[in-house]
T-cell receptor, first 117, second 111 residues
Framework: AQKVTQAQTEISVVEKEDVTLDCVYE???????LFWYKQPPSGELVFLIR??????QNEISGRYSWNFQKSTSSFNFTITASQVVDSAVYFC??????????????FGEGTQLTVNP | ETGVTQSPTHLIKTRGQQVTLRCSSQ?????VSWYQQALGQGPQFIFQ???????GRGNFPPRFSGLQFPNYSSELNVNALELDDSALYLC??????????FGPGTRLTVL
């Protein structure tokens, strides 16, 4: 069975600090996909990134960066120079590849990030 | 391009009632997935529809059912509502299930 663990329930930082959100996953599949979503207070889940299990290159997008390490089953997310607008709940998710068109996302419990001015 | 929309935004029901939630998928997307998110938790997969057929189901009882229409919009029906059904219900659309884009959700309160 698939499982995603986000050990950090809440993180509070001061604006401009760097912050890393941890994600550890479990799966028996050799082909899978990892995701990060942001959920602001409005409730809508905003897609941030998708990585497949064969691509371990780290990725940077503006102030966001992701570190995928298959050896430790981790997919961590770093926000550089955090801003108040980054305050939200962040979810890590795992999707298995299926032969039909379907796939389901298994989410972690989320990390509530609060950035204080 | 219109994103995923859901209706209604909020809903209050009493135990034992039935409810129907609606979702319009993003243009060009043929797959719709439904998730339940209880307060303070991550979303839980309910089921997925592809080309009007159920294509995968999570650990939810049969009183949770759904439909997908030819235009790829979808409904989630819940019968015999229980207090624990109070949650945010999220719909996500995708092209064949891979990159899922979520709607704003319907917040259901069961009294």
């Amino acid at each position: 069975a698939q499982k995603v663990t986000q050990a950090q329930t809440e993180i509070s930082v001061v604006e401009k600090e760097d912050v890393t959100l941890d994600c550890v996953y479990e799966t028996r599949d050799t082909t899978y996909y990892l995701f990060w979503y942001k959920q602001p207070p409005s409730g809508e889940l905003v897609f941030l990134i998708r990585r497949n299990s064969f691509d371990e290159q780290n990725e940077i997008s503006g102030r966001y960066s992701w570190n995928f390490q298959k050896s430790t089953s981790s997919f961590n997310f770093t926000i550089t120079a955090s801003q108040v607008v980054d305050s939200a709940v962040y979810f890590c998710a795992l999707s298995e590849e299926v032969e039909t068109s379907g796939s389901r996302l298994t989410f972690g419990e989320g990390t509530q990030l609060t950035v204080n001015p | 391009e219109t994103g995923v929309t859901q209706s209604p935004t909020h809903l209050i029901k009493t135990r034992g009632q039935q409810v129907t939630l609606r979702c319009s998928s993003q243009s060009g997307h043929n797959t719709v997935s439904w998730y339940q998110q209880a307060l303070g938790q991550g979303p839980q997969f309910i089921f997925q529809y592809y080309r009007e057929e159920e294509n995968g189901r999570g650990n939810f009882p049969p009183r949770f059912s759904g439909l997908q229409f030819p235009n790829y919009s979808s409904e989630l029906n819940v019968n015999a509502l229980e207090l624990d059904d109070s949650a945010l219900y999220l719909c996500a659309s995708s092209i064949q299930g891979l990159e899922q884009f979520f709607g704003p959700g319907t917040r259901l309160t069961v009294l």
